[in-house]
Every structure is written in structure tokens, then in C-alpha cells.
């Protein structure tokens, strides 16, 4: 993947996009860090948020308890209620279970964060997201599966090269046999 899904996140602030492209970035070899890293993104979105709309907050509120006060204060859409709350358990999870998580939960952590930051860029992102059409998302790439497909590659063409080895040899003996043949 030569380019992030979370891109426009930069012009908020700097953290909001590091943690997004850190967890695109360790999506194949390592969902459980994609998983936490969209935990800590949730948070901060949620944290930006309150400090936008008069919520105070510190280090000692629960993530469940700020997404409270941020529904009852700016009565948050359902959907992004939903995705605030999976990518919160998602984290959870992967916080305290280290080798509960799958692919399947961080790409799905990964394209619910991925909406919740479309919502969050649109709700305040002021005149650059007027006209913001943040595209399909794109699934983080195997860095490692264009090797995979070369060595694949590789290995059909010596495969190939031994059974071509093979007929010049069975062509070499029923050449001799006839020149044989032809001796007699």
C-alpha cells in the first residue's frame, strides 16, 4: 500500500493520523497492534470531539463514560455510536487477550475507524470537507505478497525447465536408439 487510507486525518492533527497509518501499516503482521492502535484512535477522535464541543476531560475517564457524554451532549448518529463502541471492544480485547485477534476483527476495526474518521473529517473539517469524497477504502496490502507471487513464479519455472530437461533427454535416447537402428 503506497498510501494510506486515513490521509486527510493529517490536517486535524498529526497524532489522529499516525495512529491510523501505525495500525494500516501493522495490519498483516500484526493485527493485534492494528486493534489497539484503532482503540487509541477512537479515543482520541473522542477526546478531540468533547474538547470541540465543552466536554472537559483527563486521563481518568473511560472511554464508555466520554462516549456517554458525548451522546447526551451532541446526540451522536447511531452508526457512529456503533463504530465508537467496536473499535472500543475490539481494543479491549486485544489489550488484554494478546493473541485473541484475527485479521477479520482488524480489518473490520480498521474500515469502521475508517468511516468514523470520514464522519469526524466531514462533521469538523470545516471548508476543506465540503467537497471531501474520501474514494473506496482500500485493505492494507501484504507487503510480502509480491514476493510470494515471484517465488511462486519461480518455482513454475523450474518446474518447467525440469520437465523440459526431461524431453530433451527422452529426445536424446530415441535419437541414439535410431541412430542405433540405422547401424544395424
Given amino acids: 500500500m503506497s ?10 492533527d498529526e497524532l489522529l493520523f499516525k495512529l491510523a497509518e501505525t495500525a494500516e501499516r501493522c495490519f498483516v503482521p500484526d493485527p493485534n497492534t492494528t486493534l489497539v ?12 470531539i468533547a474538547a470541540r464541543v465543552g466536554i472537559e476531560t483527563d486521563s481518568s475517564i473511560k472511554q464508555i463514560d466520554l462516549l456517554r457524554q458525548l ?22 480485547e486485544a489489550n ?5 485477534s484475527t485479521h477479520r476483527d482488524a ?8 468511516k468514523l474518521a470520514c464522519w469526524f473529517h466531514r462533521a469538523f ?20 505478497a509480491e514476493i510470494r507471487q515471484l517465488e511462486e513464479r519461480l518455482r513454475r519455472m523450474e518446474a518447467e525447465q525440469n520437465q523440459a530437461a526431461e524431453r530433451i533427454q527422452i529426445a536424446e535416447k ?7 537402428k540405422l547401424k544395424s
Wanted: hydrophobic residues 35%.
Fill in 37 to 48: 492502535k484503532m482503540r487509541q484512535l477512537g479515543e482520541a477522535l473522542a477526546q478531540d
Fill in 96 to 100: 488484554h487477550q494478546f493473541d485473541s
Fill in 107 to 114: 480489518l473490520t476495526a480498521l474500515q469502521l475507524a475508517w
Fill in 125 to 144: 473539517g470545516g471548508d476543506s470537507a465540503k467537497n471531501f469524497k474520501p474514494g473506496k477504502f482500500q485493505k492494507p496490502q501484504d507487503p510480502s
Fill in 3 to 12: 498510501a494510506t487510507n486515513f490521509e486527510f486525518l493529517r490536517q486535524h
Fill in 71 to 92: 451522546d447526551y451532549k451532541i446526540q451522536l448518529d447511531p452508526t457512529v455510536k456503533e463504530a465508537f463502541h467496536i473499535i472500543r471492544k475490539y481494543g479491549n
Fill in 174 to 180: 530415441i535419437r541414439l536408439a535410431e541412430a542405433e
